[in-house]
């Protein structure tokens, strides 16, 4: 079991639909992360918000969005996405200087 | 900057036989160093970290890894595997400093051979 939560597991979206990923931790970190991850590749890191507010934006398109509602919640927002956008989506969050806790991840294919 | 280079892209080793999978780092600062292994359609897991103090740390699942500063290394080890131990591992460093990012490695993908 793990204690960052994402949904949901699998997504199937046309290029022209919005839909949204969402991750819930209850560990009490206040940084929270999106990673990309395609197939035999390590995470890539999209998005990092620290105390709710985005420190990093690792040069991500706009049509992905995230969102940080509060101390325990992380949304993506997706919006006219491209098939390469395909992927494995993992969640994690932290404390200062502790490791990264992840969740399972949305695997995401775009049609 | 940080770099981290696992030189193995696939490992097999047969059951029950020991196994050392090797990674590397670059860093002008003091590190942390992480394992994570990510079995199939899951996230990743942290099986081990080292971040100040004994060089040789011990993880999850009888696994353990040594840190040695002078070869910039920090290869994971475990003395006899099964083969619940499929799965990918990834070795990962950031800067032992405030808010610094995690640095993954690509992968090592551990095969265990009936």
């Known amino acids: 079991d793990t204690e960052v939560t994402q949904t949901p597991k699998h997504l199937v979206m046309g290029m022209t639909n919005k839909k949204s990923l969402k991750c819930e931790q209850h560990?009490?970190?206040?940084?929270m992360y999106w990673y990309k991850q395609k197939a035999k590749k390590p995470p890539e890191l999209m998005f990092v918000y620290s105390y709710e507010k985005l420190s990093i934006n690792e040069s991500v398109p706009s049509r992905f969005s995230p969102e940080c509602p509060n101390s325990s919640l992380l949304n993506l927002h997706l919006h006219a996405l491209q098939p390469e956008d395909s992927a494995l989506y993992l969640c994690?969050?932290?404390?200062?200087?502790?490791?990264?806790?992840f969740g399972n991840g949305t695997r995401l294919t775009v049609t | 900057a940080q770099s981290v280079t696992q030189l193995d892209s696939q490992v097999p080793v047969f059951e029950e036989a020991p196994v050392e999978l090797r990674c590397n780092y670059s860093s002008s600062v003091s590190v942390y160093l992480f394992w994570y292994v990510q079995y199939p359609n899951q996230g990743l897991q942290l099986l081990l970290k080292?971040?100040?103090?004994?060089?040789l740390v011990k993880g999850i699942n009888g696994f353990e890894a040594e840190f040695n500063k002078s070869q910039t290394s920090f290869h994971l080890r475990k003395p006899s595997v099964h083969i619940s131990d499929t799965a990918e591992y990834f070795c990962?460093?950031?800067?032992?400093?405030?808010?610094?990012?995690?640095?993954f490695g690509k992968g090592t993908r551990l095969h265990i051979l009936p």
């Open positions: 080292y971040l100040s103090g004994s060089t």
């Open positions: 994690a969050s932290s404390q200062r200087g502790s490791p990264l806790h």
């Open positions: 560990m009490g970190h206040r940084a």
């Open positions: 990962a460093v950031s800067g032992a400093v405030r808010d610094d990012k995690i640095i």
